[in-house]
């Protein structure tokens, strides 16, 4: 997915004389050929991430869509009062490209880790948030970014699913499950349904096996698909995201008011995981691989493993 960013924006400088690029040292190599050839619009500010946003916003003042982009904990945690003030504040667009995820660099400690960048987003007004689940849907996602002014984060990861899709910015039925989840007793209804965001989506697959359950898939969580999720959801929700566990829990909530139902919403644990490892460990203390994932969904729906 990074190199994916790295060509599509750099095509994008090439192509379009409003397009604008700040980065705060982290891929300033892969960009320095785009940065020779537009000295006017791509800048390398150093180890600066808020210098980066209020450069950002100050280019997006001028009339130029700026793609700011860094390791997720520089660009979202450690510049958060910039993304506050000088976009937010001062209703400036800006599109955040952010790698290492909640763990990719575990390798590197916590201080690259950020499983909390978007419900840090969540605080602010106006965001668009998507979570590609395939480099493949990179692409189109930045290149819809370059012909508005919005404000929108793009939250790469190593992790991704063996196939893309697309047209995941609203919910998208992968596996249809039967009324009532095939249960013995049950009633005509519709059956459970499992959300999965971004790179969650094969793990789900293969953690539902043999369950009748709906899969759906979305790569835009913000804003939420509330048309869509009150279409699908039954009495039993899942929601499996790849960051902060209930992230998604407001907008779900929200989304099915008035609809009796229970949720279950999986995700990055609050607990750090002090050992290093890589992110394949990670996910497995989190429970977010294929085994945990299905003990949670099994267990939450009744369903004996």
């Known amino acids: 997915m990074r190199q994916t960013f790295v060509d599509t924006t750099t095509a994008l ?27 006017e619009r791509a800048f390398n500010v150093g180890i600066r991430e808020g210098l980066m946003v209020g ?19 520089f660009l979202l945690d450690r510049a958060y009062e910039q993304i506050k003030l000088d976009l937010g504040h001062q209703d400036a667009g800006a599109v955040l490209v952010s790698i290492g995820a909640s763990y990719d660099a575990a390798a590197e400690g916590y201080t690259h880790q950020s499983p909390g960048d978007v419900a840090l987003l969540d605080t602010l007004e106006g965001w668009t948030v998507h979570v590609p689940g395939h480099r493949d849907e990179v692409p189109p996602m930045l290149r819809a970014a370059a012909r508005h002014d919005d ?62 359950v709906t899969v759906a898939y979305t790569n835009t969580p913000r804003p939420w698909d509330t048309e869509g999720l009150r279409a699908l959801a039954g009495s039993e929700v899942v929601v499996v ?11 779900v909530a929200e989304a099915l008011g008035g609809v009796p139902h229970r949720a279950l919403h999986l995700g990055v644990g609050h607990a750090e995981v ?30 004996a493993d």
């Not at 090439?14 to 050839?37: G, M, N, Q, Y």
């Not at 249809?176 to 519709?190: K, L």
Request: proline share 9%.
């Open 13 to 39: 400088l090439d192509e379009d004389p409003r397009t604008a690029l700040v980065l705060a040292d982290i891929s300033a190599d892969v960009f320095a050929p785009a940065i020779r050839r537009h000295p």
């Open 55 to 73: 450069v950002g916003g100050g280019l997006a003042l001028t009339g130029l869509r700026p793609f700011l982009h860094s390791y997720a904990p």
């Open 151 to 212: 404000r929108v984060y793009v939250r790469l990861s190593v992790q991704e699913n063996a196939r893309a899709h697309p047209d995941g910015g609203r919910l998208r039925v992968i596996t249809q499950g039967g009324p009532d989840g095939g249960r013995p007793g049950g009633h005509a209804r519709r059956g459970p349904l499992v959300v999965a965001v971004g790179p969650m989506l094969d793990p789900v697959l293969e953690a539902t096996r043999g369950m009748d």
């Open 241 to 251: 995201e790849p960051y902060l566990a209930g992230t998604s829990a407001r907008p």
């Open 274 to 303: 002090r050992r290093y490892g890589n992110w394949r460990d990670h996910a497995r203390e989190h429970g977010l691989d294929e085994a945990g994932l299905r003990r949670s969904i099994g267990a939450f729906l009744g369903y």
